[in-house]
């Protein structure tokens, strides 16, 4: 018998109950707080509103010492060159290095990835503390570099990934309103209205203590936006002008577009094996090196730069582009007084014209090429500053067609080259991400919406033709890297309603059945790699009664035939058996010994009682495997998603991507007659949509015919067996 404890022990073990109970308490009461929407919405905001102005201020003081290096080596242009250089090599190629080893998956904006999670896709390693630590860092280093590289990046580690998008957009801008917008456009085929004020509040209170920060730094004097612009607020512009605004919205449009192919084409020539991609994935620095090499070059200000603005980091580049200066009417040798930064675009012997068009058609390259480097990156900024440099030279040369102004109701009012560039970078974002926020980010990005009506017609007018070219860029980046995402189905297809899920189904399905042995389950197991497996109740009937998990049925399996449950049977037997343990106790350490030790002591003592004592637990395998699984003791979905054979293409896109299905289960009178999937629904559509541009094309030259269109339900039937 033990010894009982004494009344100092007692006293000791009631103080560590009680204090282990306090504790559970605690966390029970923080979990709950954590828990509620306010606390963590405002813990989102907060945070991410920290990163980002910590990430504004760390790669502002780069830039900072990267223009005191070049300034402090004027009179020496071989150094002062390989210092333009180098720098930002060195940033880039420790961006690209860092993702690599840490977080690969933090390359990019991922923008695009986010889309395929809300989607219901699983990928593997996005939403991870050491892919956002990654992001961070990788994105600071790029920032820092001044190569032609954007901000944004979304920020979600829950169910509500939207508002962790809307947080991430917004406060790199400052922008609350338009980056809510922004976020569910570029993310969501549907929106979850109950998510609206969770984007909004938290959004806003980010942006607020961004802002905030930036005022505490001196940065700025109070509370205001990010590039604050000064029009005339009584008469901005003359509807005269309007024919102006629209040239901006479709030249827009075909820009985007054209940004978007070219990204795309440098990504697929990177992505096909030759022996050079081949040597620079091996060597993964080289690509992102003699890109930012190549661009430095490019932009160094004694050299080529001059003629392009290429000392002016991108926020100079916004701030100077909005200005209330027309500079056709500026000289560069008598500058007047406030100019400021905007001197960098006038030059004594190069009009205004060729700087603006040499700027924005190498900086057009430049920002194609940057974006695809193996870095965290986002395009948002780049093409912002494209838009605002093509509308500065639309702006310019209206104000030299029209040099004394417009006259309305006989008041002379003159143009604004800088309302025109706003007008332009709206446009251009607009198009290349095939949004409309684009508008409502640049009213609070400039503080004004003086041009709200130029602005969205200019900018519907380059959704208009953007969309009818090219996917946006996200999309794109969603097709090249051939992510499980569900393409737009086009408004007036009709082809989505003569094609239907008896079409494109699998019907080979793979099932359990009430009467199935664990023999049969470990063979599905081991031959499929279904996450979840319908139950029907007989291979007669085959009427659907469920599904159930992968994992669930992996977990029965692995302890139906595991030594715990033969002890456990064993144990209610007939003693002495000598076999009915894999496990025995040491007398002597009282310690479990693992199974190859007893192996090992058998084998030792009698090989053929080892023998014999192998060839029991085979045969006891054998008898288990063949009896019925318990179905009783398997957690099964009662009621998983299901479709009738006639369901048309088009409501199964519908149903598809509104609740996010990864697959749906086809049924007729309850009877299951088939599986379709996310990849034969993406791949019908894909087909749907060739075939239908093939005959589109094919019957334009036929002038005399009234063309029907066929039923393309056969021309699209491929081979069924597969897994989803």
Same mark, same amino acid.
């Given at each position: 018998?033990?010894?009982?404890?004494?009344?100092?022990?007692?006293?000791?073990?009631?103080?560590?109950?009680?204090?282990?109970?306090?504790?559970?308490?605690?966390?029970?009461?923080?979990?709950?707080?954590?828990?509620?929407?306010?606390?963590?919405?405002?813990?989102?905001?907060?945070?991410?509103?920290?990163?980002?102005?910590?990430?504004?201020?760390?790669?502002?003081?780069?830039?900072?010492?990267?223009?005191?290096?070049?300034?402090?080596?004027?009179?020496?242009?071989?150094?002062?060159?390989?210092?333009?250089?180098?720098?930002?090599?060195?940033?880039?190629?420790?961006?690209?290095?860092?993702?690599?080893?840490?977080?690969?998956?933090?390359?990019?904006?991922?923008?695009?990835?986010?889309?395929?999670?809300?989607?219901?896709?699983?990928?593997?390693?996005?939403?991870?503390?050491?892919?956002?630590?990654?992001?961070?860092?990788?994105?600071?280093?790029?920032?820092?570099?001044?190569?032609?590289?954007?901000?944004?990046?979304?920020?979600?580690?829950?169910?509500?990934?939207?508002?962790?998008?809307?947080?991430?957009?917004?406060?790199?801008?400052?922008?609350?309103?338009?980056?809510?917008?922004?976020?569910?456009?570029?993310?969501?085929?549907?929106?979850?209205?109950?998510?609206?004020?969770?984007?909004?509040?938290?959004?806003?209170?980010?942006?607020?203590?961004?802002?905030?920060?930036?005022?505490?730094?001196?940065?700025?004097?109070?509370?205001?936006?990010?590039?604050?612009?000064?029009?005339?607020?009584?008469?901005?512009?003359?509807?005269?002008?309007?024919?102006?605004?629209?040239?901006?919205?479709?030249?827009?449009?075909?820009?985007?577009?054209?940004?978007?192919?070219?990204?795309?084409?440098?990504?697929?020539?990177?992505?096909?094996?030759?022996?050079?991609?081949?040597?620079?994935?091996?060597?993964?620095?080289?690509?992102?090196?003699?890109?930012?090499?190549?661009?430095?070059?490019?932009? %160094?200000? =004694?050299? $080529?730069?001059?003629?392009? /603005?290429?000392?002016?980091?991108?926020? @100079?580049?916004?701030?100077? &582009? #909005?200005?209330?200066?027309?500079?056709?009417?500026?000289?560069?040798?008598?500058?007047?007084?406030?100019?400021?930064?905007?001197?960098?675009?006038?030059?004594?012997?190069?009009?205004?014209?060729?700087?603006?068009?040499?700027?924005?058609?190498?900086?057009?390259?430049?920002?194609?090429?940057?974006?695809?480097?193996?870095?965290?990156?986002?395009? %948002?900024? =780049?093409? $912002?500053?494209?838009?605002? /440099?093509?509308?500065?030279?639309?702006? @310019?040369?209206?104000?030299? &067609? #029209?040099?004394?102004?417009?006259?309305?109701?006989?008041?002379?009012?003159?143009?604004?080259?800088?309302?025109?560039?706003?007008?332009?970078?709206?446009?251009?974002?607009?198009?290349?991400?095939?949004?409309?926020?684009?508008?409502?980010?640049?009213?609070?990005?400039?503080?004004?919406?003086?041009?709200?009506?130029?602005?969205?017609?200019?900018?519907?007018?380059?959704?208009?033709?953007?969309?009818?070219?090219?996917?946006?860029?996200?999309?794109?980046?969603?097709?090249?890297?051939?992510?499980?995402?569900?393409?737009?189905?086009?408004?007036?297809?009709?082809?989505?309603?003569?094609?239907?899920?008896?079409?494109?189904?699998?019907?080979?399905?793979?099932?359990?059945?009430?009467?199935?042995?664990?023999?049969?389950?470990?063979?599905?197991?081991?031959?499929?790699?279904?996450?979840?497996?319908?139950?029907?109740?007989?291979?007669?009937?085959?009427?659907?009664?469920?599904?159930?998990?992968?994992?669930?049925?992996?977990?029965?399996?692995?302890?139906?035939?595991?030594?715990?449950?033969?002890?456990?049977?064993?144990?209610?037997?007939?003693?002495?058996?000598?076999?009915?343990?894999?496990?025995?106790?040491?007398?002597?350490?009282?310690?479990?010994?693992?199974?190859?030790?007893?192996?090992?002591?058998?084998?030792?003592?009698?090989?053929?009682?080892?023998?014999?004592?192998?060839?029991?637990?085979?045969?006891?395998?054998?008898?288990?495997?063949?009896?019925?699984?318990?179905?009783?003791?398997?957690?099964?979905?009662?009621?998983?998603?299901?479709?009738?054979?006639?369901?048309?293409?088009?409501?199964?896109?519908?149903?598809?991507?509104?609740?996010?299905?990864?697959?749906?289960?086809?049924?007729?009178?309850?009877?299951?007659?088939?599986?379709?999937?996310?990849?034969?629904?993406?791949?019908?559509?894909?087909?749907?949509?060739?075939?239908?541009?093939?005959?589109?094309?094919?019957?334009?030259?036929?002038?005399?015919?009234?063309?029907?269109?066929?039923?393309?339900?056969?021309?699209?039937?491929?081979?069924?067996?597969?897994?989803?």
């Amino acid at each position: 018998m033990g010894r009982r404890p004494t009344g100092s022990l007692l006293v000791v073990k009631k103080s560590c109950n009680a204090f282990w109970a306090m504790k559970s308490t605690l966390y029970r009461k923080l979990q709950g707080v954590l828990g509620n929407d306010w606390i963590f919405l405002v813990l989102l905001g907060l945070t991410m509103a920290l990163v980002s102005w910590s990430m504004d201020y760390t790669s502002a003081k780069s830039l900072q010492a990267y223009k005191w290096m070049h300034g402090e080596l004027r009179g020496n242009v071989l150094i002062q060159y390989l210092a333009w250089v180098v720098y930002p090599m060195v940033l880039v190629m420790f961006a690209s290095l860092f993702c690599n080893i840490v977080a690969p998956q933090a390359i990019g904006s991922g923008i695009p990835e986010l889309k395929t999670i809300l989607r219901g896709v699983v990928l593997k390693e996005y939403l991870t503390l050491k892919a956002f630590v990654a992001k961070v860092i990788g994105l600071t280093a790029g920032l820092g570099s001044g190569m032609p590289v954007g901000k944004e990046n979304p920020c979600g580690y829950t169910d509500i990934l939207t508002v962790g998008c809307a947080v991430g957009v917004g406060c790199c801008f400052g922008t609350p309103l338009g980056g809510v917008l922004f976020s569910i456009e570029v993310t969501s085929t549907y929106f979850a209205v109950r998510n609206y004020w969770r984007g909004y509040f938290a959004a806003t209170f980010s942006a607020f203590i961004f802002r905030v920060l930036s005022v505490w730094n001196k940065d700025a004097v109070t509370i205001t936006a990010l590039f604050r612009t000064n029009f005339r607020m009584d008469f901005p512009f003359d509807l005269q002008e309007l024919p102006a605004f629209a040239i901006i919205g479709i030249s827009c449009g075909f820009l985007g577009a054209f940004f978007v192919y070219l990204n795309r084409q440098v990504v697929l020539v990177m992505r096909r094996q030759t022996a050079l991609t081949r040597f620079l994935t091996k060597h993964r620095l080289i690509y992102p090196g003699a890109v930012t090499f190549v661009i430095a070059t490019l932009t %160094f200000p =004694p050299g $080529f730069g001059q003629f392009m /603005a290429g000392e002016l980091m991108p926020r @100079e580049c916004i701030n100077s &582009l #909005f200005d209330n200066f027309t500079w056709t009417k500026l000289s560069a040798t008598a500058l007047p007084p406030g100019l400021g930064r905007s001197s960098a675009w006038l030059h004594p012997d190069v009009s205004v014209f060729l700087i603006l068009l040499l700027f924005f058609v190498m900086k057009f390259w430049m920002s194609a090429v940057s974006t695809t480097m193996p870095i965290p990156s986002g395009a %948002f900024m =780049p093409v $912002f500053i494209l838009g605002a /440099a093509f509308g500065r030279l639309v702006g @310019e040369i209206m104000a030299t &067609l #029209f040099p004394n102004g417009i006259l309305f109701d006989g008041i002379v009012y003159r143009i604004l080259p800088g309302g025109y560039a706003v007008i332009g970078a709206a446009a251009l974002t607009g198009a290349v991400t095939h949004t409309v926020s684009t508008a409502v980010i640049c009213f609070e990005l400039t503080g004004q919406i003086s041009h709200i009506l130029p602005m969205m017609v200019a900018v519907i007018l380059a959704n208009m033709v953007a969309q009818g070219l090219q996917p946006s860029l996200y999309d794109s980046i969603i097709q090249v890297k051939k992510l499980p995402y569900l393409p737009e189905l086009s408004l007036g297809h009709i082809s989505k309603y003569n094609i239907f899920v008896e079409d494109m189904m699998v019907r080979k399905v793979n099932f359990l059945s009430s009467q199935s042995t664990y023999r049969e389950l470990g063979y599905l197991l081991d031959s499929t790699s279904l996450k979840t497996i319908p139950l029907v109740d007989s291979k007669e009937s085959m009427i659907l009664l469920g599904s159930i998990e992968r994992t669930e049925l992996q977990a029965i399996s692995d302890w139906w035939l595991s030594a715990e449950r033969r002890v456990f049977e064993r144990g209610q037997g007939t003693p002495g058996q000598g076999w009915e343990s894999f496990t025995f106790v040491d007398e002597e350490g009282g310690e479990n010994q693992t199974s190859s030790m007893i192996i090992l002591s058998l084998y030792c003592q009698s090989p053929s009682l080892l023998s014999h004592w192998l060839m029991q637990i085979k045969a006891w395998e054998e008898e288990e495997l063949d009896k019925p699984i318990s179905m009783e003791e398997i957690r099964i979905d009662p009621s998983p998603f299901q479709l009738v054979e006639r369901t048309s293409l088009h409501k199964t896109h519908t149903l598809f991507s509104l609740l996010g299905l990864s697959h749906a289960y086809v049924t007729s009178i309850g009877k299951l007659v088939g599986v379709v999937a996310l990849k034969e629904v993406r791949s019908h559509i894909t087909q749907a949509l060739s075939l239908y541009a093939d005959k589109f094309r094919n019957a334009i030259p036929t002038a005399n015919s009234v063309p029907t269109h066929p039923c393309i339900t056969d021309q699209i039937m491929k081979d069924k067996h597969g897994h989803f």
